[in-house]
């Protein structure tokens, strides 16, 4: 942020895999893993135990694939910060310096598609309202 900068809004948004496949990503290593316990007998402890840890990794694994972003709108533009993918929201590296009035687009349903500084970004319907100002403009 340079001196003297006012924030106007912030919201959150990640990148990488769409988030509804984030939810795939646990049910196929719970799955896979509970399928190939069955298929070589292990006992049934055995299969919901490595269910669990194949549910775990998978988890682990679309986390890896998602970056996440904080957006901030202030007086002389919009920011767009990365913050790390495992812990709470501490930007980590500014990823790009857009001009005031940066257009987002539509933002509709759970999660809405939109790009951003060359990244397809998704923004989950919590952060909608807060760029409801004019037409979807960010700043």
Same mark, same amino acid.
């Given at each position: 942020m340079?001196p003297a900068?006012?924030?106007?809004?912030?919201l &959150?948004a @990640? *990148?990488?895999i769409n988030?509804?496949? @984030?939810? *795939?990503f646990p &049910?196929v290593?719970l799955? *896979?893993?509970?399928?190939?316990a069955?298929a070589?007998g292990?006992?049934? *402890?055995?299969?919901a135990?490595g269910?669990? &840890?194949?549910?775990?990794?998978?988890?682990?694994?679309?986390a890896? &694939?998602?970056t996440?972003r904080?957006l901030?709108?202030t007086? =002389?533009?919009v920011v767009?910060l990365?913050y790390g993918?495992?812990?709470?929201v501490k930007?980590?590296k500014v990823i790009?310096?857009?001009? =005031?009035?940066?257009?987002?687009?539509?933002?509709?349903?759970?999660?809405? =598609?939109t790009?951003?500084?060359?990244? =397809?970004l998704?923004?989950h319907?919590?952060w909608?309202?807060d760029l409801?100002?004019p037409?979807g @403009?960010?700043?």
């Open positions: 340079e900068e006012r924030v106007e809004r912030v &959150l @990640q *990148g990488g988030p509804w496949a @984030q939810v *795939g &049910l290593g799955i *896979g893993v509970r399928a190939v069955i070589t292990a006992s049934s *402890g055995v299969g135990l269910g669990v &840890l194949g549910a775990l990794v998978g988890a682990v694994i679309a890896a &694939l998602t996440r904080v901030i709108a007086d =002389r533009g767009v990365e993918r495992f812990g709470g930007p980590t790009a310096r857009l001009p =005031r009035g940066t257009e987002i687009g539509a933002l509709s349903g759970t999660w809405a =598609r790009e951003l500084a060359g990244e =397809r998704w923004v319907k919590k909608h309202g409801a100002a037409a @403009q960010l700043g």
